[in-house]
């Protein structure tokens, strides 16, 4: 027999108590005279005999009373074998503090009706019982086990979190604390069984626990999210008429309609856009506004839904720089035609160098560069313009000779340069669904005169390479086109820039062409991240001397940073932080920008059904059932459920009919 709660059994110590009671006894006996005592010896040594056996019966059925209750409250049980002896178990419990239990229930706000009851639980549990918190947060204290005023002072403190965790997470960090193999562990889940976070998929029982899941169900059943945003087009410039489309999604079976979107940007409404959608189902909304000021721009978009408004705003920033770089490497002798496109414009700052004075500080200030007809590419610069398109730059190449770009293409996984093509024609198939001539003609379905060509070079390509023709031969070969590599692009043109082969250079084409190109390379950084456990925000500024931190309102965060590629990367403690735009700063200037935004995991309305949760976990090999937070008796389910060996109850009812017993033999003189 092992007991749940052996410490209890000192109290056997106090059957002392009855025992002292009955050898001393404390009788006082009053002397009366008699005449004579002769027949009254005999009656009184009878007597006497009598009275000695009923006293011990007493004693013994008194003894038996109180070490009966003793044994009943240690909990006595039978395992089936060593390995099941669960004495001392420890008491972890998991609190679902998500946004999807600031919902309102049956009892009112679900995390305040489950905190109330993990302290109901806590009082039921003896004053010795260790206990273990867990939250969503998973912090540095819900690694120990703490007594139970401490325990219930943690539950206390609990609040609703944007940090999302699974039932995976949980219970491996139960596992990881609770790694004792002499202590058994009643797990209590108190949470609103959401579907997307409550999946058990990689946690394998220890066989020392029992899992207990106390559901919580709320009233909502409708929501309406901003899922995602992105530019509809590539490159930022002050003055473009800018397209931002935004996702929303409708999680409930009710139509939405008439409804709208607003935009801000520094804090200042641009926009304001009707939109509806259909029951669980999703709709892309396209808001328009002005591009205002060069710098760091802050915007955010905003839906008005209720009761969960968590996801109602989602937050960006982007960097407008104040001038495009443009970098032409070239030794041609020839008229510079792109100085002449760009002189005139000073958001655009144009630099030509031969390929022999090339420095790094060029590559790495620019973000367009032009590789026009160069005698010679060297296979270090061939690697640093590699570099620089990998990193996010943009580069348009212009040969005159097949060998000598064919290194660069290879090294950025581009198509191949072939033989030379005597071909005389006018360009055709002009890609106007391009962004680089998106808004460059008036009427896109009119035919325009083209450039023309005497020449190009085949152009050999894979179905792998994502191509984009821009515009062809005659022959239906490629003559301008352009292809990803990296976090940039490359752009080429198959044919020489020169006048002895094409009249591009003065053609109407020429200015869309390569003045969208240059606006189009300043690379978009990522708009916004996502609030979640180990996440990382990546800043595309220089590594700085000094000590980075993240500024959102009154709250200062210090995170862990590191060095990739050309710039730094942020590991922030996600609890400190909130959703909305913030600034990072460096010796109190601002050297970048992030927005932050809270997971829509939670945005989804999907909840598992009792018996799909108890299954799953079941499936999973753990000892487990459902205890309604509802019912009254809570603390009695419980607390029964939790330690239902069964023995106790014969302790007990052994201890009443001892008692029993004891008064029948009182009574009878």
């Known amino acids: 027999m092992h007991f749940l709660y052996p410490g209890i059994l000192w109290a056997l110590t106090a059957l002392a108590i009855p025992v002292i009671i009955h050898l001393f006894s404390f009788h006082r006996y009053k002397v009366l005279p008699f005449s004579n005592t002769q027949f009254i010896k005999a009656l009184q040594l009878e007597h006497r005999t009598r009275s000695t056996i009923r006293n011990w019966l007493l004693l013994a059925l008194r003894l038996l009373v109180i070490a009966f209750l003793v044994v009943a409250f240690a909990r006595p049980y039978v395992p089936e074998n060593e390995s099941q002896s669960v004495e001392n178990p420890r008491v972890a419990v998991y609190i679902d503090n998500s946004f999807s239990m600031d919902a309102n229930g049956e009892y009112g706000v679900l995390l305040e009706w489950a905190k109330m009851r993990a302290r109901e639980l806590a009082d039921a549990f003896p004053t010795e019982t260790e206990f273990l918190l867990i939250t969503n947060e998973m912090e540095p204290q819900q690694q120990r086990w703490v007594g139970k005023e401490q325990f219930i002072e943690w539950v206390q403190k609990v609040h609703t979190t944007h940090i999302v965790a699974t039932l995976d997470d949980v219970l491996q960090r139960q596992q990881l604390v609770g790694n ?7 797990s209590f ?14 946690v394998q029982p220890s066989g020392r626990e029992r899992v207990f899941v106390v559901p919580f169900r709320n009233s909502i059943h409708n929501n309406l999210s901003i899922d995602s945003l992105w530019f509809s087009s590539p490159g930022l410039y002050v003055g473009k008429v800018e397209e931002v489309t935004v996702r929303l999604r409708n999680f409930g079976n009710e139509d939405i309609s008439n409804q709208s979107i607003q935009i801000f940007v520094n ?21 328009t506004f002005l591009q205002g000021k060069s710098g760091w721009n802050n915007g955010r978009v905003e839906i008005q839904d209720y009761p969960i408004t968590f996801d109602n705003q989602l937050f960006f920033s982007y960097n407008i720089e104040p001038q495009t770089k443009v970098l032409c490497i070239s030794d041609k002798n020839t008229i510079d035609y792109f100085s002449i496109l760009f002189k005139s414009d000073k958001s655009i700052g144009y630099k030509r160098v031969s390929p022999m004075n090339v420095k790094q500080d060029d590559l790495l200030e620019c973000q367009f560069v032009i590789v026009d007809a160069p005698s010679q590419l060297s296979t270090g610069l061939v690697n640093e313009l590699t570099r620089f398109v990998d990193n996010g730059g943009h580069i348009v190449l212009l040969p005159t000779e097949a060998q000598n770009f064919n290194h660069l293409l290879k090294s950025t996984n581009g198509p191949a340069f072939g033989d030379w093509q005597e071909q005389e024609g006018t360009a055709v198939n002009l890609n106007m669904k391009h962004s680089l001539f998106a808004d460059a003609f008036a009427e896109k379905n009119k035919d325009y005169s083209m450039p023309t060509y005497k020449g190009y070079f085949k152009v050999f390509a894979n179905s792998r390479q994502r191509i984009e023709r821009l515009f062809d031969a005659e022959s239906g070969d490629y003559l301008c086109f352009g292809y990803p590599f990296g976090k940039g692009k490359v752009y080429v043109l198959s044919m020489p820039f020169s006048t002895e082969y094409t009249n591009l250079m003065m053609h109407p084409v020429f200015v869309p062409l390569f003045y969208n190109m240059a606006l189009q390379s300043v690379s978009t950084s990522r708009l916004y991240s996502v609030l979640k456990p180990s996440m990382q925000l990546s800043v595309g500024v220089p590594d700085v001397t000094g000590k980075l931190s993240v500024v959102q309102s009154d709250v200062i965060a210090y995170p862990v940073k590191r060095l990739s590629g050309n710039g730094v990367v942020l590991y922030p403690n ?14 109190g200037e601002q050297v970048g920008n992030v927005s932050l935004n809270f997971d829509r995991t939670e945005s989804i309305q999907q909840y598992h059904s009792y ?13 487990a059932q459902i205890v309604s937070p509802s019912e009254s008796t809570f603390v009695t389910d419980i607390t029964r459920n939790a330690s239902d060996f069964g023995l106790w109850r014969i302790f007990v009812l052994l201890s009443v009919l001892s008692l029993l017993a004891e008064s029948i033999l009182l009574k009878k003189k």
């Open 180 to 186: 004792d193999t002499s202590k058994f562990i009643y």
């Open 189 to 202: 889940l108190f949470s609103d069984l959401h579907k997307p976070t409550f999946t058990l998929k990689n």
């Open 267 to 287: 804090d200042s409404m641009k926009n304001t856009v009707p939109f509806s959608v259909g029951a669980n189902s999703s709709v892309d909304v396209r808001c």
């Open 574 to 587: 996600v609890s400190e932080l909130t959703s909305g735009n913030c600034a990072v700063m460096s010796d």
């Open 611 to 623: 018996d799909d949760a108890l299954q799953m976990i079941k499936q999973q090999g753990f000892d």
